[in-house]
């Protein structure tokens, strides 16, 4: 596509339930990246994907936080048991993955609201 | 810990004013400085910096970064009310040579009154 597309744009769910968010990068980038943005604050790296791996996961937050990537092109992200803390933008980045100076391109986001 | 502190926090000003926004960091392996126009999800590109004292300019927008000081600026010239929002500035940083995350400053909030 033209450009990163995030679905669904709106998610409101309760405490405890199960989330997943999807990312769709643009069309032939084999980076993609998770941030997540609370109220008033800048991006936070949750994890980065070169391809179908996990290149870096460090800012995950816990291990209720998983991601995957299973063919190198759409990436979801998945909350277990969310907890109202969990409440913020998910953004989703995508770049060409050649490395060095390298643009990253964000998508519209994912507002998670958990009640 | 990779740092990036932008400043002011929040700016008001009048339609035609010129503004500067401010970004300073501290990281390891510095690589790149971006900046984004953040208006209401997506961040969406403005400038990428790599190399210290050339100007970077598109349209009204320009950006310079200091290696050895450590900041980078974005200048707005003949503001308008469509520059209303939020200007974040990212660090890229790392060893290798492969993509890196992008650590990020918290915003500028920028509002323009006509």
């Known amino acids: 596509g033209a450009g990163v597309s995030q679905t669904p744009s709106n998610k409101v769910t309760e405490k405890g339930k199960y989330v997943e968010l999807r990312c769709d990068p643009i069309?032939?980038?084999?980076?993609l990246y998770w941030y997540r943005q609370s109220l008033g604050q800048g991006p936070e790296f949750l994890i980065y994907?070169?391809?179908?791996?996990?290149?870096?996961d460090s800012g995950l937050p816990n291990d209720r936080f998983f991601a995957v990537r299973p063919e190198g092109s759409v990436s979801t992200l998945k909350i277990q048991r969310t907890e109202r803390g969990d409440s913020a933008v998910y953004l989703c980045?995508?770049?060409?993955?050649?490395?060095?100076?390298?643009?990253?391109?964000f998508g519209p986001g994912t507002r998670l609201t958990v009640l | 810990e990779d740092k990036v502190v932008q400043s002011p926090l929040s700016l008001v000003v009048h339609e035609g004013d010129t503004v500067t926004l401010n970004c300073s960091y501290e990281?390891?392996?510095?690589?790149?400085l971006l900046w984004y126009k953040q208006e209401k999800k997506a961040p969406t590109f403005l400038f990428m910096l790599?190399?210290?004292?050339i100007e970077k300019k598109s349209g009204r927008l320009s950006s310079i970064l200091d290696k050895k000081e450590l900041f980078s600026i974005l200048n707005i010239t003949a503001t308008q009310t469509g520059d209303s929002a939020i200007y974040l500035c990212?660090?890229?940083?790392?060893?290798?040579?492969?993509?890196?995350?992008?650590?990020f400053g918290t915003g500028t909030r920028l509002t323009i009154i006509p």
């Open positions: 980045a995508s770049s060409s993955g050649r490395g060095g100076t390298d643009t990253q391109y």
């Open positions: 994907f070169q391809g179908t791996g996990a290149a870096d």
């Open positions: 790599t190399s210290s004292g």
């Open positions: 990212a660090v890229e940083a790392g060893l290798g040579f492969g993509n890196e995350k992008l650590t």
């Open positions: 069309s032939g980038h084999t980076a």
């Open positions: 990281v390891t392996n510095f690589r790149s």
